[in-house]
């Protein structure tokens, strides 16, 4: 094994630190602050995000910045204060926010879901996003907002495209290219061609990067390559008024060192409707409303871009094809009362999952015909009021309820070794006691969070991240929490568990 440089440089810098800890060591015994008792720590300069407010966060996707442009949403979202990733390999990696992960975290590509089909997580809904083909990333930290669907213990996150209107006929173009080690290389274009009548705009990316070497020069599996194409055309008939439809499309792949089989297709088809209003007289300030289409189609395998290992658990070439249909929709209205805003709405939600199953001799390749194995639906209301106490405080306050319903279509379960699946065509028996319902509430800016103490609060939401040392175990205030809708995960339940009070 060859002599790596870092074996020789980490005594050097452990040598460099012990002396600067002495010398600072022997110059604060010296200074002022010993004679006074006290301790003065040094600056630290921290490079992060700035959060618009206290609890959310809002930025551009395409600014350049540091370390190279994400291939992923999760990629991006890491670079975030309060988000971490699983890695997954190159790309892929698995968000999590104060150290929830998962379902609780509520992730929207424009107004619509796009949920993965892989069980075992090689797609989750940030695969499927390219953060530089879009125009703003919204984070809501903590359950604090209950208009953008049920869930959301640990967050909200949004990638929107906002195309702004055109006063006369002209073109926008952005475009950026990037080059790096082991292969890795971007292109992204975004062209929109507008009148004030209406735009058509086009974006479309293309990344990928291939496997790397360790220290030791051996190839580590690695290597992904993915692309996403967008196309959405607009009706502004006056500056108030907005009418989009928008398509899309994309796929890839990515080879994973640490898991039986490669991720050998990721392809993405969506459509989607949004219409809004404002400039209205009187209390209502605007109306908008959605409708969305996702899929996700995903193969693995562990023989496309690998060799079946002959000595381990699966030495035969196998595959495992399954996708997952989303719809859904939103309606939601603004009102405006002196320093009071409300937003009602009502949301909607279905989800298909499907395995596809060989039907003749033929195996890998033949026909196949897909099987449904899972069904998810909801159905939610919605307000939220917000309360302008001043320029820099505000209360704001929400309730939601939500009727949830999950279906398991599986008739065995076990995989290789297969079993009567015991639960095939029912509905798990916390979810047939519907209405669900929660409701959060906090004051801006929320310098003395409370929470539900820990044993009081759903055991998907046991980890209250939001919640200070100070006052952790303190009952909540203003929360209500009874049972919410979970899409994902039908044998838990969690409900915004957290309010922050001044
Ligand atoms: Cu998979």
Redesign the pocket.
């Known amino acids: 094994m060859s002599r790596h440089p870092l074996r020789t440089a980490l005594p050097a810098a452990l040598l460099a630190c012990l002396t600067s800890a002495y010398a600072a060591d022997a110059e604060r015994s010296a200074s002022p602050d010993a004679a006074a008792g006290t301790d003065t720590l040094a600056p630290v300069v921290v490079t992060a995000l700035a959060p618009a407010s206290a609890l959310s966060f809002t930025t551009d996707p395409k600014l350049p910045r540091q370390p190279v442009p994400a291939s992923d949403g999760a990629d991006y979202l890491k670079t975030v204060p309060g988000f971490g990733a699983v890695r997954n390999g190159g790309t892929n990696g698995d968000p999590v926010l104060r150290g929830m992960f998962g379902s609780r975290i509520n992730i929207l590509t424009g107004d619509g879901a796009m949920a993965g089909?892989?069980?075992?997580?090689?797609?989750n809904p940030l695969s499927y996003v390219a953060p530089e083909t879009y125009d703003l990333l919204s984070v809501i930290k903590g359950p604090q907002s209950v208009r953008w669907g049920p869930g959301a213990s640990a967050g909200t996150v949004r990638f929107e495209r906002r195309t702004p209107a055109f006063d006369a006929p002209g073109a926008r173009l952005a475009a950026s290219t990037l080059g790096g080690s082991w292969d890795r290389n971007d292109q992204v274009a975004d062209a929109t061609l507008g009148a004030p009548a209406g735009y058509v705009r086009a974006v479309a990316n293309r990344s990928e990067q291939d496997d790397y070497a360790d220290g030791d020069g051996r190839r580590v599996p690695s290597r992904w390559k993915k692309w996403n194409t967008d196309v959405e055309a607009g009706w502004t008939p006056d500056a108030d008024t907005r009418l989009a439809a928008t398509f899309g499309r994309g796929d890839g792949e990515a080879r994973y060192g640490g898991?039986g089989?490669d991720?050998t297709q990721f392809k993405r088809d969506s459509a989607g409707l949004r219409f809004e209003r404002s400039g209205f007289s009187g209390p209502l300030a605007r109306v908008e409303a959605s409708a969305y289409y996702n899929r996700a189609d995903?193969?693995?395998d562990n023989f496309r871009l690998r060799d079946p290992d002959p000595i381990g658990p699966m030495p035969m070439p196998m595959e495992?094809r399954?996708d997952r249909r989303t719809r859904g929709g939103r309606v939601a209205t603004t009102w405006q009362f002196g320093a009071w805003d409300v937003v009602t709405g009502l949301d909607q939600q279905t989800s298909r999952h499907r395995n596809y199953e060989t039907i003749d001799m033929m195996g890998i390749g033949g026909p196949a015909r897909r099987v449904p194995d899972a069904r998810f639906d909801d159905s939610g209301a919605f307000a939220e009021a917000t309360w302008r106490i001043a320029a820099d405080s505000r209360l704001i306050a929400g309730a939601r309820a939500d009727r949830a319903r999950v279906k398991d279509l599986r008739t065995s379960t076990g995989g290789m070794m297969p079993m009567p699946n015991p639960t095939a065509r029912t509905r798990p028996a916390a979810r047939r006691s519907a209405p669900a319902s929660c409701a959060t509430s906090a004051i801006w800016p929320p310098r003395r969070p409370r929470c539900t103490p820990a044993s009081a609060a759903p055991s998907a939401s046991a980890t209250t991240g939001s919640c200070s040392r100070r006052n952790r175990g303190r009952p909540a205030a203003s929360t209500r929490s009874t049972r919410s809708s979970r899409r994902r995960r039908p044998s838990s339940t969690s409900a915004p568990n957290c309010a922050a009070a001044a």
Do not use: I, Q
């Open positions: 089909a892989c069980p075992a997580r090689m797609d898991r089989m991720g995903h193969v693995m495992a399954l």
